[in-house]
């Protein structure tokens, strides 16, 4: 069982570098300066982790945090900023290209394959398909790939102490959740930007990476002191006794649905854009922040109530 382990935890972060390199080569293609290799410095600390977590602790996470998910974001965040800017700016004048589900693009693989070749010019050939596909494409498809890989890489890395199979369940089943509301945002919010708007691309980029920091955080589902509500429930404080209700509020008040809607109206409001999906997600996000208000103000009066009546109870008559 600790080989298994062992082998889950250099099999994730052996990954979570395989998929920052491609986007570091990726950004080297774009912008065509191999300066920008120097972005693999960045892997550093996620290899120099790997090594302290094999040695020290046999491969296990950690309880309320996942440095090799920090690290991993770390690594590739930088990446795809150059990728989303380089592409809003240059947008207009991007040469014709492929969609990665486009029919001439299969027989373009099928015509490349089918050919005798040496190692050389397949490489080549390699090469010359993965520039043929759209820029937007490559971002969306390192977009979904990073939130995919988070998941599972956060499923295959070993179990922190004290962190429970239930608990582990219950956070991918937020990240599952969390994922794909951030792809939305991400790529329909980008692509409401008809005019090269640089202020706007920047807060939408800082949003989603503020937004990113959820995933290496395990405070949504872990309790710090299980069952000891039942036995002092009446001494503990309202964020000891609600302690996961309460960051999941602020999580979505402050880290995704907040400031979604935030972003959403200005682009309404201030940039005059409007279409269905738009409307409807701000909508959503709006109920979400509205229904997470009303969960506190029913955790503080449950709470209220609950001392009160434990108060009247240790009195004596």
Request: net charge neutral; glycine share 4%; charged share 20%.
């Amino acid at each position: 069982m600790g080989l298994i382990k062992f082998i889950s935890a250099i099999i994730t972060r052996a990954l979570f570098i395989l998929i920052a390199l491609i986007g570091v080569w990726r950004v080297t293609r774009v912008k065509e300066h191999n300066f920008y290799w120097l972005l693999t410095f960045l892997f550093f600390p996620l290899v120099l982790e790997m090594i302290i977590t094999l040695r020290r602790r046999k491969g296990k996470d950690y309880k309320w945090f996942s440095p090799p998910i920090f690290l991993f974001l770390i690594s590739i965040i930088p990446s795809m900023w150059l990728l989303e800017l380089h592409h809003q700016q240059n947008k207009d004048s991007e040469p014709k290209c492929q969609k990665l589900d486009s029919l001439d693009l299969y027989n373009l693989i099928q015509n490349k394959t089918s050919r005798n070749l040496t190692i050389t010019d397949s490489l080549k050939d390699i090469d010359d398909l993965f520039s043929a596909v759209c820029a937007n494409d490559w971002i969306l498809a390192l977009h979904q790939i990073l939130l995919i890989l988070l998941i599972v890489g956060k499923w295959l890395l070993p179990l922190g102490g004290g962190v429970t199979r239930d608990e582990l369940s219950q956070l991918l089943l937020i990240f599952v959740g969390t994922a794909a509301d951030i792809l939305e945002f991400t790529s329909e919010t980008l692509s409401d930007i008809k005019d090269n708007n640089d202020v706007l691309v920047y807060v939408i980029l800082g949003v989603w990476t503020w937004s990113m920091l959820q995933f290496p955080l395990h405070l949504a589902v872990v309790n710090s002191t299980p069952g000891r509500e039942a036995d002092q429930g009446a001494q503990d404080s309202l964020l000891t006794k609600h302690s996961t209700d309460i960051w999941n509020i602020i999580q979505a008040l402050f880290i995704q649905d907040g400031p979604f809607l935030c972003v959403r109206l200005t682009v309404m409001a201030y940039f005059k854009v409007f279409h269905q999906m738009l409307v409807f997600f701000a909508i959503k996000n709006f109920l979400v922040v509205a229904l997470n208000l009303y969960r506190f103000v029913v955790i503080c009066q449950d709470f209220r109530t609950s001392s009160d009546d434990n108060a009247e109870g240790t009195v004596v008559p």
